[in-house]
């Protein structure tokens, strides 16, 4: 199971595994995409590794050559460059699939300079027209987005918390979430914590800019 699943009908669901700590992840997903050492995670968990990105500059070279001959699309990035590795993973994908729906794993934790350029991946123009079909994942937070304009947000059982990080300065409106935020009560936060779904749908309304959207959990 090299190829993607393509339809016209349906989004494609794909795993990317990033570089960055293992933890948690799943494998229901149609691809498998590996970002330099994350390549490595696909293969060692015998999983078909449709596609693998990077500079690969944190790999030994006779893992380079594994990974090269064992991935059905090799993309070797120059180590100078704009885009990071997992940005030009997110291009690869959506260039292939432009309906294509993305988990990312491995992307939190670890260095936090690589952790806040992933969770602010929209902020590339390149990305910014797919984020509502990204998430980060790693077993207690899931990332996603919500871009400029009024969005609706289904509840979730599997998360105990929801927050909203608006990336400018931007009155955001939170309605139908425990703690609302309307023109009568609004304040200005960085992030916006600890809020709660309450068995109803959640309208954010951004004016400016996007949306980071936070689930989370307690650790058990």
Known sequence: MNECKLSENNWTKVAVFAGGDRGHYRIDFDCFVGVDRGSLWVLEEKLPLTIAVGDFDSVTMEERQL???????????????????????????????PQARVTI???????????????????????????????????????????????????RSDYDYLAFMPVRDSQLTIIGAKYELTEKNFFFKKVYASNEYIDREVSVTCPDGYVVVLHSKDRR
Do not use: W
């Not at 090269?68 to 993973?89: G, I, N, S, W």
């Open 67 to 97: 990974i090269q001959k064992r991935a059905h699309h090799f993309v070797q990035a120059q180590p100078e460059k704009d885009d990071t590795d997992l940005e030009l993973a997110l291009l690869t994908v959506f260039e292939k699939d």
């Open 105 to 155: 794993f491995g992307a939190l934790g670890g260095r936090i300079d690589h952790m806040l350029a992933n969770v602010f991946l929209p902020s590339n123009p390149k990305l910014a027209p797919y984020m509502r079909q990204i998430e980060i994942e790693d077993g207690q937070n899931l990332i996603s987005y919500c871009p400029e304009g009024t969005s609706q947000l289904e509840p």
